[in-house]
């Protein structure tokens, strides 16, 4: 184990270089966030996953986001085990509805401000299940959606130029 | 079949895997030879008028299928004798309406009573069910207080509900609610083009994309009586393989985050992020979503990714091996895996494990040897099988299983074929077809049979592994700490996606 330490000492991170924020989400932001989401959203973000229906390819890949190439912790956003300690919901999957009162609920109880973000593009139309009986299907047809990022699933890289522009609106000037 | 004079000597559909129907006499025998272990279960579905049933005979190698006519929209129960078969025939009332007589637990399982309608894949209309409050399994005692988790659970992981009991810090007793991600891909299937269907079929589980679209794609070739290209198959086999050693790595680290040790998570995760950036220079997509397709593959493999890829697996080894070295040295890290979630081999058999979870208690069952399919046939690779059962032996079946995967990619790179990657489906797909394919995915054995008509899907039916080893993770953590859950959870890593369908 002392090995691998010293190894890591001596290398050079992998961590990448960070993205610039998406500006598809920086348009879609500039919209929605208001005064009081640059005031909370400008320090740091306390994310809540909310897997509401999805295949798990969409979990995988922001389960990716905290490895060594990713580091999502260097900007200040970081996953918190329940929805009343969380800034932002990231949620994913078409909402079956056997999930839809759960999604509803950890909303509910997420203390306000609160912003959504809506991950894959099950979340956004409900992807290939969108006709089916047991899917309600786009999560903003079920609680209010800030930002969107597509993908299939969407790429480590893309969640995080998406999270990004949520840093990047939230600390400047509302653009009207 | 042990008793071939069970089966009449004609079946319906023959090679590569033959159904046969039967009647309630054979179904009863069958379901003897389930009880006494000479066949494990692999399959329950139905069609408007029939059952369906798929059994494994060890002893032969060999998956048949049997159908039983319906009467009156009821059969005889497997689960009354044969426990495994219990939840399959819950979910399959819920979707049908079909009635297993005799079954000793009648509460729904997929359906929660929040669809609009009831037994969608049922023909007609029905009137839809008032939703009952669900009731969990009684627990009585002194001290005995209940736990309830889920269905959004703390972690970035899919839903499901767990009820706990439990007297001070032992589990007494664990209880599953699922279904909560179920999408509907039963239904969904029904009327589709085999094509287009491969994108839903890529979509029950995502972790295992590869695994499910290739499943899919044998089984619509073999109802199709053709085959893909050789290089595809080799090809299609590289995929599998960067995904067995995508969620070995990834999950070999989890498992040693729920131990608290993140120096291994941190490394074993930089292996997997390797592994994905990889299969996405080879293949165009992290996952090789939908690029596994009926009749071949969608994309080939350049010359530049195949050497780039054949560069990185000698290194990649080496680190590998060094990790393993950590976590073998680490006495702490032991302490918590060693005889904590227990598997007993009499279960893992009785229900017919596949996967990590059945070789590392004893059951040697691996579809890519023991049903040998194109081109594992032709390469070399050991099985581990291990009986510990608890969880250090899952991670140490997952541990070898990557040591063997290193070889085998060398192996597919070496010897990939040249030639065509994809062949044109037949023009005239007339008549009733069925196919049926059985695929060893990272977590185990996936199941799929499929009925086409005229070139679309009447009817097409996936089992997970995860439906025989979630019972299993409930008989397991019996008597060890609520703490310790996390842990015989992740060691396992069932689907709730691609169990709940």
């Known amino acids: 184990m002392n090995s691998l330490f010293l190894q890591s000492f001596l290398k050079t991170p992998l961590t990448i270089k960070a993205p610039d924020p998406d500006e598809a989400a920086l348009r879609e932001l500039a919209e929605a966030l208001d005064l009081r989401a640059r005031e909370v959203l400008s320090h740091s973000i306390s994310i809540r996953e909310i897997d509401a229906g999805s295949c798990n390819g969409c979990e995988l890949e922001i389960h990716a986001l905290q490895n060594s190439f990713y580091d999502l912790d260097r900007f200040g956003i970081k996953f918190v085990a329940s929805p009343k300690h969380a800034d932002v919901l990231l949620v994913t999957g078409p909402v079956t509805h056997n999930m839809k009162f759960a999604l509803q609920r950890a909303y509910d109880v997420t203390p306000d401000p609160k912003w959504v973000v809506a991950v894959g593009d099950c979340a956004w139309n409900g992807g290939v299940f969108r006709e089916s009986y047991a899917c309600v299907g786009a999560v903003s047809s079920v609680i209010p959606v800030d930002l969107h990022i597509r993908g299939c699933p969407p790429k480590p890289i893309d969640l995080l130029k998406g999270l990004l522009a949520l840093l990047e609106v939230a600390s400047r000037p509302k653009i009207k | ?501």
Request: glycine share 8%.
């Open chain 2, 1 to 501: 079949m042990t008793n071939p004079k069970s089966l009449s000597s004609d079946p319906v559909t023959k090679a590569p895997w033959p159904r046969y129907v039967v009647d309630t006499i054979v179904w009863h025998i069958m379901i003897d030879q389930l009880v006494e272990g000479s066949l494990s279960l692999c399959g329950l579905w139905a069609e408007s008028d029939k059952i369906h049933m798929s059994v494994y005979d060890e002893s032969a190698s060999d998956i048949k299928i049997i159908s039983l006519p319906l009467e009156d929209g009821k059969y005889p129960s497997v689960s009354s004798r044969h426990p495994p078969a219990l939840r399959l025939e819950r979910a399959l009332y819920d979707m049908s309406g079909i009635i297993a007589v005799g079954c000793p637990d009648t509460r729904p399982w997929l359906d929660h009573g929040q669809w609009a309608l009831s037994f969608p894949l049922a023909d007609g209309s029905f009137i839809k069910k008032t939703p009952s409050e669900y009731v969990f399994l009684p627990v009585e005692g002194d001290g005995i207080h209940q736990i309830p988790v889920g269905p959004i659970h703390a972690g970035i992981i899919e839903p499901g509900h767990f009820r706990f009991s439990a007297n001070g810090e032992t589990v007494i007793r664990l209880e599953e609610r699922l279904g909560y991600v179920h999408k509907g891909v039963e239904k969904l299937f029904q009327g589709k083009d085999v094509i287009s269907a491969a994108k839903i079929a890529g979509r029950i589980s995502g972790d295992s994309t590869v695994a499910y679209a290739l499943a899919y794609a044998l089984a619509v070739e073999t109802a199709l009586e053709i085959k893909a290209p050789e290089r595809a198959q080799w090809l299609r086999a590289l995929m599998a393989e960067l995904e067995r050693l995508a969620n070995h790595c990834g999950d070999i680290g989890a498992v040693c985050n729920d131990a608290a040790f993140s120096l291994l998570h941190a490394h074993f995760g930089v292996l997997r992020e390797e592994v994905l950036q990889l299969t996405e220079l080879c293949f165009g997509h992290r996952l090789s979503m939908d690029v596994i397709c009926p009749g071949g593959v969608s994309t080939d493999l350049t010359p530049d990714a195949a050497k780039r890829l054949e560069e990185w697996l000698e290194p990649a080894e080496k680190r590998f091996n060094k990790l393993v070295q950590v976590y073998d040295d680490c006495a702490s890290l032991k302490n918590r895996t060693q005889n904590t979630g227990f598997v007993r081999e009499d279960l893992v058999r009785t229900y017919g494990v596949g996967g990590f979870v059945g070789r590392a208690s004893g059951r040697n069952f691996d579809a890519r040897k023991n049903l040998s399919y194109s081109p594992y046939d032709q390469l070399t690779f050991d099985v581990t099988v291990l009986n510990a059962g608890d969880v250090n032996a899952r991670v140490w079946v997952r541990i070898c299983e990557v040591t063997q995967v290193f070889s085998l990619l060398r192996q597919l790179l070496m010897k990939l074929p040249s030639g065509a990657i994809v062949y044109q489906l037949p023009e005239s797909l007339v008549g009733d077809r069925e196919g049926m394919a059985i695929v060893e995915g990272f977590r185990g054995d996936i199941f799929m049979w499929l009925h086409i008509c005229d070139g679309r899907l009447v009817r097409c039916y996936a089992r997970d592994p995860s439906w025989f080893q979630w019972p299993l993770l409930e008989n397991c953590i019996k008597g060890n700490i609520v703490a310790d859950f996390p842990l015989c959870n992740k060691s396992f890593n069932c689907s709730y996606s691609g169990h709940d369908g």
